[in-house]
């Protein structure tokens, strides 16, 4: 009988028993010489012996089922070791053990959901793994390219080709720079080891800021950046990393604009809500990508940017709800795209 095993129950079911066999030896003691008394007294011990077999019986019909009740919660352990995340053991009834075994529950829900999302985490780590290899491997491979045809071009003496593979070598190697500085920047963010040094800035001048940042590229291109807002505007933030935010929407609309269109940079200020809004008359973004442009490495298969490297605006998206904001965006295909920063005022809360 395996519930004897237990020491507990096996000197519980002793005791029972000795406290019988006591009672009878003290009533075959105790027996009077009066037969009317004797024959009550055996009446006594009959019964009390029969109590105690029942209780007896009772107890170990009782652990017997408890025993099993714990067989079965057992292998539903078991079976959750093994891996399976979907076991759980029946709790249904009122009692301490079931409320134990509603605990157990409770504690396979928490592993079962922490190994799910270190799964989802892992396959992240192997999809941001594989995609910055891609994205190194294009620079990577151009370098190598370059640099055959300048050590070839270097027994010419062709100053002119060397210059100008020397030039695209520069940029590849700008490329690789900004996916390292903005993986280390994003990095940051998820590892929550970012402090934003928030001060009162006028929002005038961090968006002169960006202006200047890009007005030699623009003019090359022959597109135009203009600002628009309340120059006494000011806003609680951490200064460089909103300039990083609008700088790289700013890079995004300059990417996807042609010669002779402009990109509107405009901010204002409503009852609660600083809004810093981004707006060009570009080539627009297909609706199939405006969900996922603000994942990383998302690359759209209509695009003709084969320079972008995917980054840029998770990053900024980062930096918007760094400072509890939102962002949002807005395109129409030939018309243009417009990305709307929404900030809440910390004094007006």
């Known amino acids: 009988?395996?519930?004897?095993?237990?020491?507990?129950?096996?000197?519980l079911f002793m005791q029972i028993g000795l406290c019988m066999l006591l009672f009878i030896i003290f009533m075959i003691t105790m027996l009077p010489h009066d037969k009317a008394w004797r024959q009550a007294a055996l009446y006594i011990t009959l019964g009390a012996v029969f109590t105690g077999a029942a209780v007896f019986v009772f107890c170990f019909r009782y652990f017997r089922a408890q025993d099993s009740v714990m067989e079965q919660a057992v292998t539903?352990?078991?079976?959750?070791?093994?891996?399976?995340?979907?076991?759980?053991?029946?709790?249904?009834?009122?009692?301490?053990?079931?409320?134990?075994?509603?605990?157990?529950?409770?504690?396979a829900a928490i592993?079962?959901?922490?190994?799910?999302?270190?799964?989802?985490?892992?396959?992240?780590?192997?999809?941001?793994?594989?995609?910055?290899?891609?994205?190194?491997?294009?620079?990577?491979?151009?370098?190598?390219?370059?640099?055959?045809?300048?050590?070839?071009?270097?027994g010419t003496n062709d100053l002119t080709t060397i210059r100008e593979f020397t030039a695209l070598s520069e940029q590849e190697l700008d490329r690789i720079e900004t996916l390292v500085q903005n993986l280390l920047k994003i990095t940051k963010f998820d590892a929550g080891s970012i402090v934003m040094e928030k001060h009162p800035e006028n929002v005038s001048e961090m968006m002169a800021d960006v202006k200047r940042h890009f007005a030699f590229r623009a003019a090359q291109e022959g597109k135009e950046i203009v600002l628009s807002g309340d120059e006494s505007l000011f806003f609680l933030c951490d200064r460089n990393w909103i300039?990083?935010?609008?700088?790289?929407?700013?890079?995004?609309?300059?990417?996807?604009?042609?010669?002779?269109?402009?990109?509107?940079?405009?901010?204002?200020?409503?009852?609660?809500?600083?809004?810093?809004?981004?707006?060009?008359?570009?080539?627009?973004?297909?609706?199939?990508?405006l969900h996922h442009i603000f994942k990383r490495f998302y690359r759209s298969r209509y695009s003709k940017d084969t320079q972008g490297i995917g980054l840029g605006l998770p990053l900024a998206k980062s930096v918007v709800e760094g400072h509890n904001g939102t962002i949002e965006v807005e395109s129409r295909l030939g018309e243009g795209t417009a990305f709307m920063m929404n900030y809440l005022i910390p004094t007006k809360l």
């Open 1 to 11: 009988m395996r519930i004897l095993t237990n020491q507990k129950i096996r000197m």
């Open 243 to 289: 300039v990083e935010a609008v700088s790289n929407i700013v890079k995004n609309a300059l990417d996807h604009t042609e010669s002779g269109n402009s990109v509107l940079i405009e901010w204002g200020q409503s009852a609660q809500v600083v809004r810093i809004k981004i707006s060009d008359d570009g080539c627009g973004i297909h609706p199939e990508d």
């Open 76 to 107: 539903r352990v078991r079976e959750l070791i093994a891996g399976n995340r979907d076991v759980r053991i029946m709790c249904d009834e009122e009692g301490e053990l079931y409320r134990l075994f509603h605990e157990v529950n409770s504690l």
């Open 111 to 154: 592993l079962s959901a922490k190994a799910e999302k270190e799964g989802e985490q892992k396959l992240f780590l192997q999809n941001t793994i594989s995609d910055i290899s891609h994205q190194l491997k294009t620079p990577l491979a151009a370098l190598n390219i370059y640099n055959g045809i300048m050590q070839t071009e270097a």
